[in-house]
């Protein structure tokens, strides 16, 4: 297996606080790692300095064979991201949208053309495409999101809560679109608040300030922890360091 993403001891303050503390995990290739822990943990932080937007403080990263420090550009060219915050332009529409971000990826208008028919057909995005993104429902925004992020077909795609505040039925048909892209080769760096979806990862991660405290597929972890579930395991661990932390 060839790792995709390459941490040790990622690290990045802001003025004296440490938001991410000493990361090290590697995500192989065609992976779903999903990268858990509660609000504040540092997910989005981390994830930012992943795909070449925020710089460490300290420690090294490699994604896609490049350097976090040194080789942003490179890194941001190879990597599909979707950040927490919908920032697709609201009074575009989709296809309009696409063709802005396919021309900042240095896609030329016909191939833009071909990848919105290729995308449009594989996430279903039909007449949605043509309606201003911002007056979307939010489980279709976070679909078109989805679909920008993979113009220039990244083998890598970094998802910060993709699914955050999208129903069930809509969150099922995302993660299936997730799977097939896995299947393909594509890694996948996705964080979540839904238990139900970190279950479907290959191995997670768990966040608590700053630091990652536990790994591994979720079906071992629970099972090692002795929990019932992997919700029971993540509130655990979390109110356990909480209340050592007092
Ligand atoms: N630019 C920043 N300046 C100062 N503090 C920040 C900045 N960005 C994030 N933080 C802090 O870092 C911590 C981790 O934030 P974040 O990475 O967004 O966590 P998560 O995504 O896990 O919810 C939070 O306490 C947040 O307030
Ligand atoms: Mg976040």
């Not at 060839?2 to 090290?24: H, K, Q, W, Y």
């Not at 039909?126 to 920008?148: E, H, K, N, T, Y």
Request: glycine share 10%.
């Amino acid at each position: 297996m060839t790792p995709v993403v390459e941490l040790d001891n990622l690290t990045r303050r802001f003025g004296s606080f440490t938001a991410v503390d000493s990361i090290s995990l590697t995500v192989d290739e065609g992976e779903i790692f999903g990268f858990l822990g509660a609000n504040g943990a540092g997910k989005t932080t981390a994830i930012r300095m992943l795909c070449g937007l925020l710089l460490p403080s300290a420690g090294t990263g490699r994604v896609a064979g490049f350097d976090v420090l040194t080789e942003s550009e490179k890194i941001k060219k190879s990597i599909g991201y979707m950040s927490q915050k919908f920032s697709l332009y609201p009074d575009l529409t989709g296809r309009e949208n696409m063709h802005f971000y396919g021309a900042a990826y240095g896609l030329t208008t016909s191939r833009v053309k071909e990848r919105i028919g290729a995308l449009s057909d594989r996430l279903d995005l039909g007449s949605f495409i043509d309606r201003r993104s911002g007056s979307l429902p939010i489980g279709w925004r976070q679909r078109l999101a989805l679909s920008v992020s993979l113009l220039h077909e990244p083998k890598i795609l970094f998802l910060d809560e993709p699914t955050g505040g999208v129903d069930p039925v809509f969150r099922r048909r995302f993660w299936n679109i997730l799977y097939q892209l896995a299947s393909e080769g594509v890694t996948i760096f996705v964080t979540t608040h839904y238990m139900d979806e970190a279950e479907y990862c290959g191995r997670i991660s768990i966040m608590h300030r700053g630091r990652i405290i536990v790994r591994g597929e979720p079906a071992r972890l629970v099972r090692e922890h002795g929990s019932d579930s992997l919700e029971d395991l993540f509130i655990d661990l979390i109110k356990e360091r909480d209340i050592n932390a007092r």
